[in-house]
C-alpha cells in the first residue's frame, strides 16, 4: 500500500513527473495482489487477530548451504516481500535462511475491513509467524515503516532479536511534534484513493531517489499502482489509510535509546521521506526529512549502533545499488 504506501510521505504528494519516456501500461491486481507473481513461492500464516481471520502471506527461502542463521525482511509500506527479491538472492547465496512476510493489510496478505493497527499488533503477528516456523532470535532487518516495525519488535521481545537492521528507517522523528497537521482516517482514506502510477513515480523520484529515475524503479510503481486501482480499491485504500494513521501517531523516535539490541543503520542520504511534509508549512516541512543529520541522531540514541552512510543514495539503497548495499549489509551481518 515504505509499497503499499513506505511507510514514507503518502504517494499522492505533488512532484516534478519522472524524466522517463513512455511509462508501460497499467496492469490491475486483486486486493491480494491477485494476478502478480513474486520472485519466490508464496506461503500463508492462517490465525485469529482482534477476533477476525487472517492470513499472512510470507516467503520462506532456505539456503543451498545454511550457515545456521534467519534473516527476516520487514518491508515498507510502498513495498512488500517480493521487492526484497535481490536481497533474498544475497542473503541465501551468503547461508541465511529468508523469511520475508506481508504484513497483515500490504501485498497478499489480508486486508481486514476492520482492524486497529499497531506496531505492538504487527510485532505480535509476525512474532506468532517466526514461532510457528521454528525461528529463533532472527536478524531483523527493516526498511522505511519495516524500521519502525524491527524497532518495536525488539524493544518487545529483546531476547528474541539476534540483531536489527534498518535500512533507511522511517520514525526517526515524531511528525505530530514537529508541527505537521494530523488527519482523520477518512482524510487520509480520501487521499488514498487517488493514488495512481504518476502520482506514485512522481514522488518516489522526488523524494526516494534523489531526482534520478531508472527502469528498476518500475516495478515497485506498477505493483503498488495496480493494487490501488484494481477491483479491491476501496479495501485497500481504507487499509492505508488505517496504517497511515498507525504510522503517524505512533513513533518510535523516543524509545531509540531504550533499544539494546545490537543495530546497525544502513542509510541512503539523499532520502527526504517525511509523513506528511506536504501538509505541514513551509517552515516546518524545511527542516523534516533530512537523513544525514536523522542517521547520526539515531546513531547516537541507540546504545549499540553503527551507521554506514550511502552519500549518492536515497530511501531504497537496496534497490537504487543493490551491490553497494549488500556489501555493506553482508559485512553488518558478519560483526553484529
Same mark, same amino acid.
Given at each position: 500500500?515504505?509499497?503499499?504506501?513506505?511507510? %514514507?510521505?503518502?504517494?499522492? %504528494?505533488?512532484?516534478?513527473?519522472?524524466?522517463?519516456?513512455?511509462?508501460?501500461?497499467?496492469?490491475?491486481?486483486?486486493?491480494?495482489?491477485?494476478?502478480?507473481?513474486?520472485?519466490?513461492?508464496?506461503?500463508?500464516?492462517?490465525?485469529?487477530?482482534?477476533?477476525?481471520?487472517?492470513?499472512?502471506?510470507?516467503?520462506?527461502?532456505?539456503?543451498?548451504?545454511?550457515?545456521?542463521?534467519?534473516?527476516?525482511?520487514?518491508?515498507?509500506?510502498?513495498?512488500?516481500?517480493?521487492?526484497?527479491?535481490?536481497?533474498?538472492?544475497?542473503?541465501?547465496?551468503?547461508?541465511?535462511?529468508?523469511?520475508?512476510?506481508?504484513?497483515?493489510?500490504?501485498?497478499?496478505?489480508?486486508?481486514?475491513?476492520?482492524?486497529?493497527?499497531?506496531?505492538?499488533?504487527?510485532?505480535?503477528?509476525?512474532?506468532?509467524?517466526?514461532?510457528?516456523?521454528?525461528?529463533?532470535?532472527?536478524?531483523?532487518?527493516?526498511?522505511?515503516?519495516?524500521?519502525?516495525?524491527?524497532?518495536?519488535?525488539?524493544?518487545?521481545?529483546?531476547?528474541?532479536?539476534?540483531?536489527?537492521? @534498518?535500512?533507511?528507517?522511517?520514525? @526517526?522523528?515524531?511528525?505530530?511534534?514537529?508541527?505537521?497537521?494530523?488527519?482523520?482516517?477518512?482524510?487520509?482514506?480520501?487521499?488514498?484513493?487517488?493514488?495512481?502510477?504518476?502520482?506514485?513515480?512522481?514522488?518516489?523520484?522526488?523524494?526516494?531517489?534523489?531526482?534520478?529515475?531508472?527502469?528498476?524503479?518500475?516495478?515497485?510503481?506498477?505493483?503498488?499502482?495496480?493494487?490501488?486501482?484494481?477491483?479491491?480499491?476501496?479495501?485497500?485504500?481504507?487499509?492505508?489509510?488505517?496504517?497511515?494513521?498507525?504510522?503517524?501517531?505512533?513513533?518510535?523516535?523516543?524509545?531509540?535509546?531504550?533499544?539494546?539490541?545490537?543495530?546497525?543503520?544502513?542509510?541512503?542520504?539523499?532520502?527526504?521521506?517525511?509523513?506528511?511534509?506536504?501538509? %505541514?508549512?513551509? +517552515?516546518?516541512? +524545511?527542516?523534516?526529512?533530512?537523513?544525514?543529520? /536523522?542517521?547520526?541522531?539515531?546513531?547516537?540514541?541507540?546504545?549499540?549502533?553503527?551507521?554506514?552512510?550511502?552519500?549518492? /543514495?536515497?530511501?531504497?539503497?537496496?534497490?537504487?545499488?543493490?551491490? %553497494?548495499?549488500?556489501? +555493506?549489509?553482508?559485512?553488518?551481518?558478519?560483526?553484529?
Amino acid at each position: 500500500m515504505k509499497l503499499l504506501l513506505s511507510l %514514507a510521505l503518502t504517494v499522492s %504528494a505533488i512532484a516534478a513527473p519522472p524524466t522517463s519516456a513512455s511509462p508501460p501500461p497499467e496492469v490491475l491486481y486483486g486486493p491480494e495482489l491477485e494476478g502478480f507473481e513474486y520472485p519466490f513461492p508464496v506461503q500463508r500464516f492462517a490465525f485469529t487477530s482482534q477476533g477476525v481471520k487472517l492470513q499472512m502471506a510470507y516467503l520462506d527461502v532456505a539456503s543451498a548451504t545454511p550457515n545456521g542463521r534467519t534473516v527476516v525482511l520487514l518491508h515498507g509500506k510502498n513495498f512488500t516481500a517480493a521487492t526484497w527479491e535481490r536481497s533474498i538472492q544475497v542473503l541465501t547465496g551468503a547461508g541465511y535462511r529468508v523469511v520475508a512476510p506481508d504484513q497483515i493489510g500490504f501485498g497478499k496478505s489480508t486486508k481486514p475491513a476492520h482492524y486497529q493497527y499497531s506496531f505492538q499488533q504487527l510485532a505480535h503477528n509476525t512474532r506468532a509467524l517466526l514461532e510457528a516456523l521454528g525461528v529463533q532470535r532472527p536478524v531483523l532487518v527493516g526498511h522505511s515503516t519495516g524500521g519502525m516495525l524491527a524497532v518495536r519488535y525488539a524493544l518487545m521481545f529483546p531476547q528474541q532479536a539476534a540483531q536489527v537492521v @534498518l535500512v533507511n528507517p522511517i520514525g @526517526l522523528e515524531d511528525w505530530k511534534a514537529e508541527g505537521v497537521p494530523s488527519l482523520t482516517v477518512d482524510q487520509w482514506y480520501q487521499r488514498e484513493l487517488g493514488v495512481t502510477a504518476p502520482r506514485i513515480r512522481a514522488y518516489e523520484q522526488a523524494t526516494y531517489y534523489g531526482g534520478q529515475w531508472r527502469e528498476e524503479f518500475e516495478g515497485p510503481v506498477r505493483m503498488l499502482a495496480g493494487l490501488f486501482r484494481g477491483p479491491g480499491r476501496e479495501l485497500v485504500a481504507w487499509n492505508s489509510a488505517l496504517l497511515y494513521d498507525m504510522i503517524y501517531t505512533q513513533p518510535v523516535f523516543h524509545e531509540l535509546s531504550q533499544l539494546q539490541t545490537p543495530t546497525l543503520l544502513l542509510v541512503g542520504q539523499l532520502d527526504t521521506t517525511a509523513i506528511g511534509k506536504d501538509l %505541514a508549512p513551509p +517552515a516546518v516541512a +524545511a527542516r523534516l526529512g533530512h537523513y544525514p543529520e /536523522l542517521g547520526r541522531r539515531a546513531a547516537k540514541l541507540i546504545p549499540h549502533a553503527r551507521l554506514v552512510a550511502f552519500p549518492t /543514495l536515497g530511501h531504497a539503497p537496496q534497490i537504487q545499488d543493490p551491490d %553497494a548495499f549488500h556489501k +555493506a549489509l553482508l559485512a553488518g551481518l558478519a560483526q553484529p
